[in-house]
């Protein structure tokens, strides 16, 4: 067997091999037996018709044919192997440049090769600050609103009320009022003086409702952007008609022991305040996290050296649109298609624009973790691999209902499952205790020494499977 390799731009190889007669006939010979297994050849039992024979009834370029499917089969996996080849994906053959003896012409993509930079030499600066009182206040309120009660007032509408009413608009145009581009009966409206951008019919419509009453008809003006995402309204002037239909007022609930155990934060106030604290306190911190670490991550990524295949970037953007349609399916969006109709985008257009760039993103910043880990040998020591199983574990029972359906009631879990969990565990452990070690090189809390933690691996998968059993 004869190999030339040559080196192609996007980190694959260009790989020729040619095949010496001897084993391309030893092929041939398999590929009679093979065809004779298949087929039915009177005289003989499956697979035993001699070679001669399977060549007079389905000629040599039959036997030729399945000659090559198996010795692609055999040759590539040799032939990356005697080339010293580190495949980073299933390679793939580009032709046959001949036939007797056959040479093939495979693309081989390589492992991704990451050399980083001296990362140790990067600072920055970790100064999260704890949310101030505001914070908690504003959290205070919404969690007020989601158990507050509301009732029918006749008053003038407030900020904070729940508003019924009918809205008409019209091009203001059209002066007959002949053709109406707004038409909505009975629309709930929650009134906010600053109303998001995703408002209807336009941001800060309903700071335009205040003072009304019911029965009340309120007109309105808005001139809509020329790139409105409402194709009816955009670059128009509308007229709107509000009718107020009715008006229910929020009645806040009390701040008491009772409040606290409703909202499952604690059994009575003083419990509540600070695990709201805590909580409010704890996402902050993750958010200002999320930004440090994608900024460092960033910055060793500009002083390293990073290479991978464009197949490896394909699987990528698989995983991500993958997530994507399950965070839609969560939001009531049924696929991906109802999502580009409704982005007015194509697939293509959508991975080119969004996916593309996030699985790159995330390729990256992976290699890069992966090889930091592994230089700094980076490992999970029994007790904090247990810890992080038990808290996975909990997390999804609370959080995932089919994770729930597949453990209640005392069921015992599947190995299958007990094993992506503990995956799942050690890699969340590990991303975060490599994230850690970044932080003390850029914050200068170490020196660039090493600390080395070896896990007993047996001991922690019986811990584990103990754990999920329970």
Avoid: C
């Avoid at 009413?165 to 009975?186: M, T």
């Avoid at 995956?423 to 850690?436: G, K, Q, V």
């Amino acid at each position: 067997m004869n190999i030339v390799t040559k080196p192609m731009e996007d980190h694959q190889v260009e790989m020729v091999v040619e095949i010496d007669k001897t084993k391309f006939e030893s092929a041939k010979h398999k590929a009679a037996q093979k065809i004779s297994q298949k087929v039915k050849i009177p005289g003989f039992r499956p697979g035993k018709a001699p070679y001669q024979v399977v060549k007079n009834m389905y000629g040599d370029g039959a036997i030729t044919e399945e000659a090559i499917e198996i010795l692609v089969e055999e040759i590539y996996p040799e032939a990356v192997k005697e080339a010293n080849l580190e495949p980073g994906a299933p390679g793939q053959l580009l032709n046959i440049e001949s036939i007797d003896p056959p040479t093939f012409k495979f693309v081989v993509p390589l492992k991704a090769l990451v050399e980083l930079g001296d990362y140790k030499s990067i600072k920055k600066e970790y100064s999260f600050i704890a949310p101030d009182d505001s914070k908690f206040q504003d959290e205070l309120a919404n969690i007020r609103r989601m158990y507050a009660k509301t009732e029918t007032v006749e008053r003038a509408i407030e900020d904070g009320d729940y508003v019924l009413l009918d809205v008409i608009g019209y091009d203001a145009k059209d002066k007959e009022k002949a053709e109406s581009v707004i038409d909505r009966k009975g629309y709930a409206l929650v009134i906010r003086k600053e109303g998001p951008e995703t408002e209807f019919p336009y941001q800060g419509f309903s700071n335009g409702l205040l003072s009304a009453k019911p029965g009340d008809t309120v007109s309105l003006v808005n001139k809509y952007a020329k790139d409105f995402s409402d194709e009816k309204l955009a670059g128009k002037k509308v007229n709107l008609e509000a009718l107020i239909k009715t008006v229910r007022a929020v009645i806040m609930p009390e701040i008491d022991d009772q409040f606290a155990m409703m909202t499952g934060l604690g059994s009575n106030v003083e419990e509540f305040n600070q695990r709201l604290r805590e909580t409010i306190e704890s996402e902050e911190k993750a958010k200002y996290d999320d930004d440090y670490f994608e900024g460092l991550l960033d910055e060793i990524k500009a002083i390293s050296t990073i290479k991978y295949p464009p197949q490896v970037i394909e699987h990528e953007i698989e995983h991500v649109l993958e997530d994507v349609e399950r965070r839609l399916q969560g939001q009531g969006i049924e696929n991906l298609e109802a999502y580009y109709k409704l982005l007015k985008t194509t697939p293509e257009q959508f991975i080119e624009d969004q996916a593309k760039p996030t699985s790159i993103k995330r390729l990256e910043r992976g290699l890069v973790m992966d090889e930091i880990a592994k230089v700094e040998e980076i490992k999970l020591d029994n007790d904090s691999l247990e810890t992080e199983f038990r808290n996975n574990w909990a997390s999804l029972v609370m959080s995932d209902p089919e994770f729930a359906k597949r453990t209640k009631n005392g069921t015992k879990p599947t190995q299958d499952l007990i094993n992506a969990v503990t995956m799942d565990s050690a890699n969340r452990l590990l991303t975060r205790m490599t994230l850690e070690r970044l932080k003390e090189f850029a914050t200068g809390a170490s020196d660039g020494s090493t600390e080395k933690v070896d896990a007993p691996k047996k001991k922690a998968k019986t811990a584990k499977k103990k754990t999920a059993e329970e």
